[in-house]
């Protein structure tokens, strides 16, 4: 049973999001804030594979179906409750056109003109996509009032309740299917997609109560179900047209700026990290900042330490496609020496959690987070351990299990670590998985941030 509710897209699942270590706003809750799912507005974390891309294709090719069904009986049976939701349904359908269209020009290669390429044309996609959903909720809602002064005649009560099923599977389909891709690809926004379309799934359903009162004897059912789907659209509408025009005017989720903050303490030698800009270009997050290093270090192993800053950025951004980092001389007091800095380095600053420390049959040692050269990681060092053994880290996360396979270091085999960046926040429950031969144990423990240290 809890195979087939996570296959239905009700379980957690078994793919981590956020694995790259991105994002600050403690989890992903399918819709609001962070990557949040927006009607009629791709999230740009969807579009950045191909994969994402593909899901939007047949999501559309789902709806269509759906919305087309529900029309030929609107056209037979005259129900405005279910005009509204088949409007409802096209008008999540059709935005997949101009954003798919949108997309292929954002492929282009800048030019002379258009130095930065095309992205800003799904902006103006998603202008489009507001117009449309709005133009969809006035004749809605025309209709709808049209029917309630001027009540008219339903026939074919049964289409309906049937069209009003079919909206519901429809969009539970679409929901089912974006969930599964959207962990395929560890993407939150469309996951947070599929959740939505499983909501519009029970707009459906209210077609179905529409008829139901329709044919209990009480007509005006119709019009009140079509001006509450309306109500649902006009919704849309402002949800839409706001993260569109935040965008227009290069505004971006609070938390990147927060990430690119974090990302300073990850990395020795930076001093500080200001004047730190982001903004959308389409799909893709161009970013830009100044930092502070050691004036007295060779220019070398400044590079070294902007080259090893921008792979972090891309670590914990995946959506990051471009990043210009600008070195800056460390301010000076009124005495000539240079100011103290923000922060010496990430070893001194970064305040990881306590580690855990285990003695068990098959090993004995200690889990940590530490700075590595690549980065931020999960290490077991171990005192002692059998022949073959292994170990994983499985933290427990509001949208699942992130799992950090541990790896063997090439020159100590009595340390392992873990090749991906353990997400945010570090503060968390987990479990030790050892295995050996056909022993396993597992070892619960927490790790918590020290005071003053939360994100």
């Not at 005649?153 to 974006?178: K, Q, S």
């Not at 161009?286 to 800053?309: G, K, Y």
């Not at 921008?310 to 800056?328: D, M, N």
Request: charged share 15%; no cysteine; glycine share 10%.
């Amino acid at each position: 049973m809890k195979s087939l509710l996570s296959w239905l897209g009700y379980g957690d699942g078994d793919h981590v999001l956020g694995g790259h270590g991105h994002g600050h706003s403690g989890g992903h809750d399918h819709g609001s804030g962070g990557h949040g799912h927006t009607h009629g507005v791709i999230d740009p974390t969807i579009a950045t594979t191909s994969r994402g891309i593909w899901a939007i294709k047949w999501s559309f090719v789902l709806l269509a179906l759906t919305a087309a069904a529900q029309m030929i009986v609107v056209l037979i049976s005259g129900s405005v409750a279910l005009l509204a939701d088949t409007i409802h349904n096209i008008g999540d359908a059709v935005t997949a056109i101009p954003l798919w269209i949108a997309f292929m020009l954002a492929r282009r290669k800048p030019s002379r003109t258009f130095t930065y390429g095309l992205g800003r044309v799904e902006d103006l996609a998603g202008l489009f996509i507001v117009a449309i959903i709005l133009f969809s909720a006035i004749v809605a809602g025309y209709q709808s009032i049209l029917r309630l002064i001027d009540p008219q005649p339903i026939t074919h009560l049964g289409w309906v309740l049937a069209a009003g099923v079919i909206g519901f599977f429809g969009n539970e389909a679409v929901a089912i299917f974006r969930i599964r891709v959207g962990r395929e690809i560890n993407s939150a926004a469309l996951i947070a997609d599929g959740y939505h379309a499983r909501t519009d799934g029970f707009t459906s359903l209210a077609v179905v109560l529409g008829a139901l009162g329709v044919w209990m004897g009480f007509p005006l059912a119709d019009p009140i179900v079509g001006l509450v789907i309306t109500a649902a659209i006009f919704m849309i509408v402002w949800q839409s047209a706001r993260a569109v025009l935040t965008r227009m005017l290069d505004g971006v989720e609070p938390d990147i700026l927060n990430e690119i903050d974090h990302v300073a303490e990850h990395v020795a030698g930076v001093q500080r990290v200001h004047a730190v800009q982001a903004r959308w270009l389409g799909h893709r997050l161009h970013a830009e900042m100044s930092v502070q290093i050691d004036e007295t270090l060779p220019l070398a192993n400044a590079l070294r330490i902007v080259d090893h800053m921008r792979t972090e950025l891309f670590a914990h951004l995946p959506v990051l496609s471009q990043v210009s980092i600008r070195i800056e001389a460390p301010a000076h007091d009124s005495t000539g020496h240079a100011a103290a800095p923000h922060h010496s380095d990430a070893h001194s600053h970064h305040h990881a959690p306590e580690p855990f420390r285990f003695e068990t049959g098959l090993a004995a040692g200690l889990v940590e987070i530490v700075d590595t050269p690549g980065g931020e990681r999960m290490r077991l060092t171990l005192a002692r351990h059998v022949e073959g053994l292994s170990a994983k880290v499985v933290i427990d996360r509001p949208d699942g299990p992130e799992v950090l396979e541990l790896m063997p270091n090439m020159d100590n085999h009595h340390s392992l670590t873990s090749h991906a960046v353990p997400a945010e926040p570090h503060e968390f429950n987990a479990t030790l998985v050892l295995t050996a031969s056909d022993t396993s144990e597992t070892l619960p423990f927490r790790m918590v941030e020290p005071d003053g240290h939360h994100h």
